[in-house]
Every structure is written in C-alpha cells, then in structure tokens.
C-alpha cells in the first residue's frame, strides 16, 4: 500500500520490539512541546495583552527562551526516534509532511520574525498579528501531529 | 444506576455520539485537548518553576501567579470541555480502561492538592516573596503539582494504547476504536 521511501526493516528496531518504548517516548515527546509551546504561547499571549499584561514581552522571552529550547530539544530527539518507529508509514502520510512542513515554518518564524518582534523595542505594531501567527503555526504542529494517528 | 450503565447512557447522547461516530470531530477536539496542554501544561511548569527558583528568579512570585491567572483558567476551561467531549464519546470503552482510572484518580489528587494548597500557597504569593526564602510546603506544592500534572498527561496517552474489550461492548464503536489510537 504504502510507497517504499527507505529502505529499513522497523522490525529490528528496539522500539518495536519493546512494549512501553514507544508509548514513553510520546509522553517524553509531549513534555517537551508542553514546555517548548507553552513558554511561546505565554510570551505571545503576553504580546496580545492576554496574560502577564504589566510585563515587557521582550523581558519575559528573554527569561523563556532557555525553556523553550530545552523544550524544543527534548521535541526533536523523541521526534525522530518515534519516526524511526516506522519510516516509511510516517513519510507516506500526509498529516506527518504537513506537520514537517508547519514545523519548519514555525520554527523559521519563531527565530527570525518573531524574535524581532518580540525583542524590538519600541514593540511593533504588527506585534499582535505576529502574536497571532506564531500561535496559529504551533497549533498547526500540534494538530498535524494528532491527525497522523488518523488520517 | 450502576457506573456502567450511567456510562452507556452518556454516550448515548447526541453530542457524544456525533463525536464517536462523525469522521472530523474526534480529532479535532483532540487536537484542541492537546494545544490546551500545551498551553495550560506550559503555565503550570512556570508557576511551580518560579515557586522552586527556577525561572524568572528576579520576577515576584506574586507577579508570575497573578499574571498567569486568566489564562490559565482559560486553559484549565478549554481542557476540561475537551476531556469531557472525548470522554464522554467513548464513555462506556473507558470504563474498561485502567489508564482512564489511573488519569481520573489522579486528578481527584490534583483537587485535593489544590485544597491543601491553594489557600496556603497559590492565594497568597506576595506571603512567599516577603518570606527571606521560599517556605518549604511551597517546594513541595511544586514538586507535587509538576509530578502529578505530568503523570496526567501520560496517562492520557497510555488511555489510547488500551486495547477496547470489544466482546463487552455495548455501542457500535469498532470501527472508530480499531482507527482512533
């Protein structure tokens, strides 16, 4: 059914050959982006007035950012390994390339435009559309990764 | 009424069996229930973080609690709606399910904890950045709510690795079951 994109034997892998690997590493893989989506989603909430309102946006990025990436480092190693699972599944369906794609471009974005944003001072205008965007982006990710399991 | 009769009979409401048997609802919420622990997860691992020293040192703990408190009722409001729609859809499949139990369990903790906590610690931040250090059952409400929120979230996704007891069940769910994991 599915096209043969690399070829890998998933039967060799220790993933699936064990029963609670695999279920691990999603739980590890949703800590990570609690912690990596959830300290953007505060700093855009906080550009969008919506918590932390007394508050620079740039001073709370500043103290988020290293969760963030630890987030985001701890995303992208069980990512791949919960890829490894099945290669050629994950490669064939189009919810995992959406999500690869809106990961892409969210992480693009969250380092490049949204940083300027969020760092700029005086805040931009166009600091809420930022804001917007940035939430609408990781939602996508969050989305497209649920709907592998059913589309 | 027997907890698995009550079960059926939620299922069996509309709304519930529009989202088991519909083809986009399911997913949807469940990617709105995960986008809410994203959000709300991430505001509870700041709180009990800046509690334990560990972000935002220099920021007032009254601020961090304070500045949060919208939101994350917001957050809390969008999980609970989402929980309770899937729960609700698959009401009877998870009275057969220990990871369901184990989640429900410990969220009963998570209400205790907030009893024994809330009014010693959460309500009254600007206490514990007067105190010359955090008090020790402040570190402890922390420690506890990040272990316990965290077991949560896996039990959540150990619910969908359950196989269904489909010769028990009652309603036609096989063939959302056998896709939905």
Same mark, same amino acid.
């Given at each position: 059914?599915?096209l043969?994109?690399?070829?890998y034997d998933p039967?060799?892998?220790?993933?699936n050959?064990n029963?609670?690997?695999?279920?691990?590493l999603e739980?590890? #893989?949703i800590a990570?982006?609690?912690? *990596? =989506?959830g300290?953007?989603a505060?700093v855009d909430?906080c550009?969008?007035?919506l918590?932390?309102?007394?508050q620079?946006?740039? !001073?709370?990025?500043r103290?988020?950012a290293?969760w963030?990436?630890v987030?985001?480092?701890?995303?992208?190693i069980t990512g791949?390994?919960?890829?490894s699972?099945?290669?050629?599944?994950?490669?064939g369906n189009?919810?995992?390339?959406f999500k690869?794609?809106?990961?892409l471009l969210?992480?693009?974005?969250h380092y490049t435009?949204h940083?300027?944003a969020?760092?700029?001072e005086?805040?931009?205008a166009?600091?809420?559309?930022?804001a !917007?965007v940035?939430?609408?982006?990781w939602i996508?990710?969050?989305?497209?990764g649920?709907?592998?399991?059913f589309? | 009424?027997?907890l698995?009769?009550?079960a059926q009979?939620?299922? *069996?409401?509309? =709304?519930?069996?529009?989202?088991?048997?519909?083809?986009l609802?399911?997913?949807?919420?469940?990617?709105?229930?995960m986008c809410?622990i994203?959000?709300?997860?991430?505001? =509870?691992?700041?709180?009990?973080?800046?509690?334990?020293?560990?972000v935002?040192r220099?920021?007032?703990?009254?601020? !961090?609690?304070?500045?949060?408190? !919208?939101?994350k009722?917001f957050?809390f409001?969008?999980?609970?709606t989402?929980?309770?729609l899937?729960a609700s859809?698959?009401?009877e499949e998870y009275?057969?399910?220990?990871f369901?139990?184990?989640?429900?369990?410990?969220l009963?903790?998570?209400?205790? #904890?907030?009893?024994i906590?809330?009014?010693s610690v959460y309500n #009254?931040?600007a206490?514990l950045d007067?105190?010359?250090?955090?008090p020790?059952?402040?570190?402890?409400?922390?420690c506890?709510?990040?272990?316990?929120?965290t077991?949560?979230?896996c039990?959540g996704?150990g619910?969908?690795y359950v196989?269904?007891?489909?010769d028990?069940l #009652?309603a036609?769910?096989?063939g959302i079951t056998?896709g939905?994991?």
């Amino acid at each position: 059914m599915f096209l043969q994109y690399v070829n890998y034997d998933p039967s060799t892998n220790p993933l699936n050959n064990n029963e609670w690997a695999f279920p691990f590493l999603e739980c590890i #893989h949703i800590a990570g982006f609690t912690l *990596s =989506i959830g300290t953007i989603a505060l700093v855009d909430l906080c550009m969008l007035g919506l918590a932390f309102r007394k508050q620079a946006s740039a !001073v709370l990025a500043r103290q988020m950012a290293p969760w963030t990436l630890v987030g985001l480092v701890v995303m992208l190693i069980t990512g791949p390994l919960i890829f490894s699972s099945d290669p050629n599944m994950y490669l064939g369906n189009i919810s995992f390339r959406f999500k690869m794609g809106a990961l892409l471009l969210a992480l693009l974005y969250h380092y490049t435009l949204h940083r300027w944003a969020v760092y700029r001072e005086p805040a931009p205008a166009v600091g809420k559309v930022v804001a !917007v965007v940035s939430l609408g982006l990781w939602i996508s990710v969050v989305a497209g990764g649920l709907f592998i399991a059913f589309f | 009424m027997s907890l698995l009769t009550f079960a059926q009979w939620v299922q *069996s409401l509309a =709304i519930p069996t529009t989202v088991r048997e519909a083809w986009l609802p399911y997913p949807i919420i469940l990617s709105l229930h995960m986008c809410g622990i994203a959000l709300f997860g991430g505001m =509870i691992a700041v709180t009990n973080l800046r509690l334990l020293g560990l972000v935002m040192r220099k920021r007032p703990i009254a601020d !961090v609690i304070e500045g949060l408190r !919208v939101p994350k009722r917001f957050g809390f409001l969008l999980i609970v709606t989402c929980g309770l729609l899937l729960a609700s859809s698959k009401a009877e499949e998870y009275y057969y399910n220990p990871f369901f139990w184990a989640k429900m369990s410990l969220l009963t903790l998570v209400g205790i #904890h907030g009893l024994i906590f809330r009014g010693s610690v959460y309500n #009254h931040p600007a206490a514990l950045d007067s105190a010359p250090r955090v008090p020790g059952r402040a570190k402890l409400a922390a420690c506890l709510s990040l272990v316990l929120w965290t077991a949560i979230a896996c039990c959540g996704r150990g619910i969908g690795y359950v196989e269904p007891p489909l010769d028990k069940l #009652h309603a036609v769910l096989i063939g959302i079951t056998l896709g939905g994991r």
